[in-house]
């Protein structure tokens, strides 16, 4: 029996990534070249949307995103505490006041609870697309058309995932990351997304240092900028981008079946009516009760390396706790559930049907 440790993500590059990165080397030209316009076209595709403009990161995405909304210190976006640290950061970088509401027990925003916690500031409301699920998309499409608010979507986890068959990313401003261990990789990157004109125009500049020729400074920007290197790692993996969430979801799928109903009070994912998910993890909720340290523990002596995402609610680490900015609607029960009992199995592109039965017999061993 093979014994080579199992973890959530392992990146692998092809021949293709090896010859387009000496491609860019050899070129001498490093930046803002091809390579990186390449890179935004497919990810227009990917997200259904008109713009993309890439970035150096997912959180720089994010924080370019809401600040080419115009967001600043008064208004507030309502997003979930079962987040990454990043969602949060973003706001907080501008000044922008957060407001927490509770998740349903698909793990992204619930939108009841978006629609009461509504005020008069409220400026945005930032779905995440946890896990690779997309949030309800037309609940909160219609109580943002309803209220007059932007969209800005977390989609760091979930490149091609799709609600009523149109792209994350397309339903407001998007952002994603190309972070090392996300579905689609350029070891750092991230890219905006946007079918508004205005928006797209103001990302660029903003990325650029604020100019919007050269020297020509009109909004006080950054330097976001994405290398030729990091698009000509992500070309082909976006090009590929179908067929690399077709294996994640058999994976997925070998996984529900190996696992659904084996386990008393074992809580099991599975996709949603009218949403593909795209299995950037597979998180499952242990019985109340089980002692996740040591189910972890015994599955990593057996060589499959889970990962918890995420063990807290963001707002309540001590960098968040009391901060004036931060407002937490209530206690979060069902988030609060997840953070206690989840455990995210190895479900990527690279696992096999033997790795992918390896995971669940390693967790069904772990809870017996
Ligand atoms: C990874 C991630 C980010 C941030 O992306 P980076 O590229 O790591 O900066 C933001 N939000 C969520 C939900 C993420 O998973």
Redesign the pocket.
């Known amino acids: 029996m093979s014994t080579n440790p199992i973890t959530v993500a392992a990146p692998r590059f092809d021949a293709e990534v090896e010859s387009l990165v000496l491609e860019v080397l050899r070129s001498g030209r490093l930046a803002q070249g091809p390579y990186t316009e390449r890179f935004e076209q497919l990810c227009a595709e990917m997200a259904g949307a008109t713009h993309a403009i890439a970035v150096s990161?997912?959180?720089?995405?994010?924080e370019i995103a809401i600040e080419a909304l115009g967001l600043g210190p008064g208004d507030e976006i309502i997003t979930t505490p079962l987040?990454?640290a990043?969602?949060i950061n973003a706001a907080l970088r501008s000044n922008v006041t957060v407001r927490l509401v509770d998740v349903t027990d698909d793990f992204t925003i619930d939108p009841a609870q978006v629609e009461a916690a509504v005020r008069s500031n409220t400026s945005a409301v930032m779905p995440?697309h946890?896990y690779g699920l997309p949030a309800d998309m037309a609940a909160i499409g219609s109580l943002c058309a309803k209220h007059n608010l932007a969209i800005i979507e977390?989609a760091?986890?979930a490149h091609g995932a799709t609600f009523d068959g149109k792209p994350v990313g397309s339903f407001g401003v998007g952002?994603f990351?190309?972070?090392a261990?996300?579905n689609v990789t350029t070891g750092?990157?991230?890219v905006v997304t946007t079918n508004d004109d205005e928006i797209a125009r103001r990302v660029r500049i903003l990325r650029n240092q604020g100019m919007a020729a050269q020297y020509e400074y009109v909004m006080i920007g950054r330097n976001a900028r994405m290398t030729e290197i990091q698009a000509a790692i992500g070309i082909p993996q976006l090009t590929r981008l179908a067929e690399l969430n077709a294996k994640r979801t058999s994976n997925a799928e070998a996984l529900r079946k190996a696992l659904d109903g084996a386990v008393d009070g074992l809580v099991v994912p599975s996709a949603v009516d009218g949403r593909t998910h795209v299995w950037h993890q597979f998180t499952v909720l242990l019985p109340q009760g089980a002692p996740r340290d040591e189910v972890v523990a015994k599955m990593r002596e057996s060589g499959v390396f889970p990962g918890v995402y995420y063990p807290r609610l963001v707002h309540e680490y001590d960098a968040y706790r009391g901060h004036p900015l931060i407002h937490a609607e209530g206690e979060m029960p069902v988030a609060r559930d997840v953070t206690s009992r989840c455990v995210s199995l190895p479900v990527h592109d690279g696992l096999s049907a033997g790795d992918i039965e390896r995971v669940a017999q390693s967790l069904l061993d772990a809870l017996r």
């Open positions: 990161n997912g959180t720089v995405s994010l987040t990454f990043a969602t995440v946890l977390d760091a986890q952002s990351s190309f972070y261990t996300k750092e990157g991230g």
